[in-house]
């Protein structure tokens, strides 16, 4: 069983930035593939960044291209989301995600674990 929790959510300015922080228990970040999604006010759960950390391709949506970057802490056993440039539409509630099989890493039903969510809000 793995457990993931998520903090550093936020009310930011656009243009400000914002370092999400995912702390696992139960299994080492480094023996998962590790994705963030996100789900704004009435929209559906949508990818944002996921990675398998063995040397394969980070995957990003186009959305976050060049702002957004997902990084890990072994010592901490935590993986991080670092979101800059940030604007109004990356409003949403961020979910960190942790996959032990080798499905799709942009499709969400391929998580087997899922932390409880991390409000992000950009407005001026």
């Known amino acids: 069983q793995v457990q993931l929790v998520e903090s550093g959510g936020g009310l930011v300015q656009p243009g400000d930035s914002l370092r999400l922080s995912c702390a696992a228990s139960?299994?080492?970040?480094?023996?998962?593939?590790m994705g963030w999604f996100r789900q704004a006010p009435g929209k559906e759960r949508e990818f944002v960044v996921a990675?398998?950390?063995?040397?394969?391709?980070?995957y990003y949506a186009d959305s976050v291209k060049g702002r957004f970057t997902i990084s890990r802490d072994n010592a901490k056993n935590t993986v991080y989301l670092q979101m800059n440039s940030l604007k109004p539409e990356d409003t949403a509630v961020y979910y960190c995600?942790?996959?032990?099989?080798?499905?799709?890493?942009?499709?969400?039903?391929?998580?087997?674990?899922w932390g409880q969510g991390t409000q992000v809000t950009v407005s001026s």
């Open positions: 139960g299994r080492t970040v480094s023996s998962l593939a």
């Open positions: 990675k398998r950390w063995s040397g394969t391709p980070t």
């Open positions: 995600a942790a996959q032990m099989t080798f499905g799709s890493m942009t499709y969400a039903g391929a998580y087997n674990y």
